[in-house]
């Protein structure tokens, strides 16, 4: 019915590793279709280039590292929900707009409505995930294309973006989310430094450097592990979990596959895609959480692109367009390719700009790669 990245679970659909009508694979070709191949070596190949390129301008010491791997956890973190949504078969446009939108309503909330800031956290969160089981229910209940009904939304949670804050506030930018967020504990969540010990003690022996002047003087210029890389790095473990060694996780391949075939054998396909939805809305949450708090404000224009940069991250990861197979370890290492060629083009004093140039090269080498795999699986010509 579906293939789920390692290779046996046609052979178990159709009846056993020994069914003769499964074409066998080994070596080579095993590896070849794994999802995650296009990840690996696209990870290798920007670590090669811009460690020649980029080697000596700091982008390997412990604060480089720690700037490509923050900007690498935002991607994989709408990543993780983007994968799950397209192994199912389905894309969601929206997801730009929903970060922008998670974050005004937050500040609505929780700073100009004076709310507690954990109850502005929980009621965004059921909102945004509202409106992905909205976008789950009308695909599957209208048949429309998830591209058309998420592009629809995509505009729909824009303007309700920017028309809230203007219409109450006569503004489009609220700060003061981090006063409003102080002692919270949910806040906390996702507003901590960890293991600054670690750190602390790693500027004592030298590898981490320390500030000179000012008052954070003999600090070391890395106070801990933003929470944003941890969240990063919990949602890839748990989408990785579920995806590979659950049942739901099989639905999800099924439903990608073959959706009507999953049906014939007891698949909620209904159910499976609209809580597909809802996860993409809520790792779209989590980034814009993460972003407020980091920022200590919401904006309108938060979130624009985003949603194409976590399909591109998805497709370099080995997903195919066509659902049914995918890897979120590989989007995850694509979300990496992005953050490490985002931050190597700074260092590497290369007009930033060319990044969007990297990234159109990129998906067309991964979608012709993806294609290629796609007919060693199926066994085309």
């Excluded at 900007?71 to 997801?95: K, N, P, R, T, Y």
């Excluded at 985002?342 to 990044?355: C, H, I, P, T």
């Amino acid at each position: 019915m579906s293939d789920n990245g390692n290779g046996d679970g046609g052979a178990l659909a159709a009846g056993g590793p020994d069914d003769e009508r499964i074409k066998k694979t080994g070596g080579l070709r095993q590896w070849l279709i794994r999802p995650e191949l296009g990840g690996i070596v696209g990870v290798i190949a920007v670590f090669i280039f811009f460690g020649v390129l980029a080697g000596d301008s700091g982008m390997f010491n412990a604060q480089g590292i720690m700037n490509w791997s923050q900007i690498s956890a935002q991607f994989m973190i709408i990543a993780v929900g983007a994968c799950m949504l397209m192994v199912a078969g389905e894309f969601d446009l929206s997801v730009g707009s929903m970060i922008g939108f998670a974050g005004i309503s937050i500040a609505m909330f929780g700073v100009v409505w004076g709310w507690p800031m954990w109850v502005a956290i929980l009621i965004t969160f059921a909102i945004c995930m509202g409106v992905g089981a909205i976008n789950g229910v009308i695909v599957v209940r209208t048949g429309l294309p998830s591209f058309i009904v998420t592009l629809a939304f995509l505009f729909i949670l824009r303007g309700f973006t920017i028309f809230i804050p203007q219409t109450v506030e006569n503004r489009t930018i609220i700060g003061g989310i981090e006063e409003a967020a102080e002692g919270d504990w949910l806040a906390a969540v996702f507003n901590t430094d960890l293991a600054g010990w670690l750190f602390r003690w790693l500027a004592d022996i030298g590898v981490v450097d320390t500030f000179s002047r000012g008052t954070r003087a003999g600090e070391p210029v890395i106070s801990g592990i933003p929470m944003l890389i941890v969240w990063a790095f919990v949602l890839v473990i748990i989408g990785h979990v579920v995806l590979t060694r659950t049942r739901f996780g099989n639905w999800i391949f099924a439903v990608g596959g073959d959706a009507q075939a999953a049906r014939y054998v007891g698949v909620p396909v209904d159910r499976v895609k609209i809580i597909m939805f809802m996860t993409t809305a809520f790792c779209a949450t989590v980034f814009a959480c993460v972003q407020v708090f980091e920022f200590g404000s919401a904006a309108a224009d938060r979130g624009i692109l985003k949603e194409f940069e976590a399909i591109i991250a998805v497709v370099i990861g080995g997903a195919l367009l066509t659902g049914g197979y995918g890897s979120v370890v590989g989007a995850a290492l694509g979300a990496l390719i992005f953050g490490v060629v985002q931050q190597g083009l700074f260092f590497a004093d290369v007009e930033s700009s060319l990044f969007r140039v990297f990234l159109g090269v990129i998906l067309l080498f991964a979608v012709i790669l993806n294609t290629y795999i796609r007919r060693i699986i199926t066994g085309e010509r």
